[in-house]
């Protein structure tokens, strides 16, 4: 099954807006919504974003996500220490089987 | 609230198989699927299958079909992933999680093969 492409790393300062890609194929993001999850050091994946840009309760602010085409974003306005995770897209793809596609993951660092 | 709870850490001789629980409270069992994916170190999450919990339709990703086997007991409200043919490279972070959008997950279960 196809990865979906994300870049290996993002870094910002505190209270910086830091923005991560998402890049997929017509059978997966072009045809169904994304979701992102959020992985803290030695923890499970945690959802962050689903239906492309709906927030979980609990999940702050300043989280957000978008999709255009083939392609999806999550956007941290205001980075704090506490977001230094990596970050995963994810969706449904259908391909034969249709199975869950999962980005290659970010390491977000705040500086 | 939600929980989903593995059960714990197993190692495994290379051909062996290994089953995993999922044990999941506080919402009605049967009105959800049950995904598992695993988890290399320093790699992506690979999805391996769900279940669904009501009926026990069962979906599996073409790299594991014929190696995974996805059960649930709905008297324990427990969901269980059996692989089977164990090689070293499925020496890895086993998780479950809830619903199309994976929306709880468990603590995960770190399965080793080694002889």
């Known amino acids: 099954q196809s990865a979906l492409t994300q870049p290996p790393s993002a870094s910002g300062t505190a209270g910086q807006r830091v923005t991560i890609s998402c890049s997929g194929t017509?059978?997966?993001?072009?045809?169904?919504?994304v979701n992102w999850y959020q992985q803290l050091p030695g923890t499970a994946p945690k959802l962050l974003i689903f239906?492309?840009?709906q927030r979980p309760s609990g999940v702050p602010g300043r989280f957000s996500g978008s999709k255009s085409g083939t392609s999806a974003s999550l956007a941290i306005s205001g980075l704090q220490s506490e977001d230094e995770a990596d970050y995963h897209c994810?969706?449904?793809?259908?391909?034969?089987?249709?199975?869950?596609?999962f980005g290659t993951g970010t390491q977000v660092t705040v500086l | 609230q939600v929980h989903l709870v593995q059960s714990g850490a197993d190692v495994k001789k290379p051909g062996a198989s290994v089953k995993v629980s999922c044990k999941a409270s506080?919402?009605?069992?049967?009105?959800?699927?049950i995904n598992w994916v695993r988890q290399a170190p320093g790699q992506r999450l690979e999805w391996m299958g769900w279940i669904n919990a009501g009926n026990d339709e069962t979906k599996y990703s073409q790299k594991f079909q014929g190696r995974v086997t996805l059960t649930r007991d709905t008297s324990a409200n427990t969901v269980y992933m059996e692989l089977s043919g164990l090689r070293s490279e499925d020496t890895t972070i086993y998780y479950c999680?809830?619903?199309?959008?994976?929306?709880?997950w468990g603590q995960g279960t770190l399965v080793t093969v080694s002889s």
């Open positions: 506080g919402y009605t069992f049967t009105s959800y699927v």
């Open positions: 239906n492309n840009n």
């Open positions: 017509r059978s997966n993001i072009g045809s169904n919504a």
């Open positions: 994810a969706t449904w793809d259908d391909s034969l089987n249709g199975p869950y596609v």
């Open positions: 999680a809830r619903g199309g959008d994976f929306d709880h």
